[in-house]
């Protein structure tokens, strides 16, 4: 069975510092996505990442895949308030197109 | 563009009674198609999944079922609801999951009591 096990489960910083979150598996994903979800709505697609190696960036996030394709992580600069929320990782298995392999994320809270 | 609606957004239902959950989608042709469910706002279980009108993929049994009436509706449904039922429901949509990812809807808020 594949898992992703996302790290830290909460965080909790002051506006203005970086973090760093990971999510980590035994497995190769042929494709790993980052969700963002807020209270009481559905996750919202951040950025795919699908060559090892890869690193993308969305303004002060910055998403990459490891080499083997097995983990990945996130990294938020100067991290303000509008950032809080879940954050989830989920992976494609390249003999399955139609599903996806969840986290069970890591919650965000930046304190003004 | 794209879009997806999915309602009620809260729902309180009485132990025993029967549920149905509507998604709809629009501006896209044969979406796969899918129901979740997340306890607690943390990791998302997936319940069922649709490739077509009338195919539906069970995940986990249960005492939901789920039905593709047309192309871009996916209902969630109940005969008698359990208190274990009570949940965040979210429907979503894709069609290449591998580099597309999920379109979810905004959820529903179900309680049991």
């Known amino acids: 069975t594949q898992l992703l096990e996302q790290s830290p489960q909460f965080l909790s910083i002051q506006e203005g510092e970086n973090l760093t979150v990971y999510c980590n598996s035994s497995?190769?994903?042929?494709?790993l996505q980052w969700y963002r979800q807020e209270p009481g709505e559905g996750p919202v697609l951040l950025v795919t990442?699908?060559?090892g190696g890869e690193v993308k960036k969305l303004k002060r996030l910055t998403f990459q895949f490891g080499d083997a394709r097995k983990d990945s992580s996130l990294h938020i600069t100067a991290a303000q308030p509008g950032d809080t929320g879940l954050y989830l990782c989920a992976g494609s298995n390249a003999g399955n197109n139609r599903k996806l392999i969840w986290g069970l994320g890591t919650s965000l809270a930046v304190n003004p | 563009s794209q879009t997806i609606h999915q309602w009620p957004a809260t729902l309180v239902q009485p132990v025993g009674s029967p549920l149905s959950l509507e998604c709809t989608v629009e501006g896209t042709s044969n979406p796969n198609l899918y129901w979740y469910r997340q306890a607690a706002g943390r990791g998302l279980q997936l319940l069922f999944y649709s490739v077509g009108i009338g195919q539906i993929s069970s995940e986990v049994p249960q005492n939901l079922s789920a039905s593709r009436p047309q192309d871009r509706q996916f209902i969630l449904s109940s005969k008698k609801l359990l208190l274990s039922d009570s949940g965040f429901y979210l429907c979503?949509?894709?069609?290449?999951?591998?580099?597309?990812?999920?379109?979810f809807g905004s959820g529903t808020r179900l309680t049991v009591v």
């Open positions: 990442v699908v060559t």
């Open positions: 497995s190769v994903f042929s494709s």
């Open positions: 979503a949509w894709s069609v290449q999951v591998r580099v597309g990812g999920y379109t």
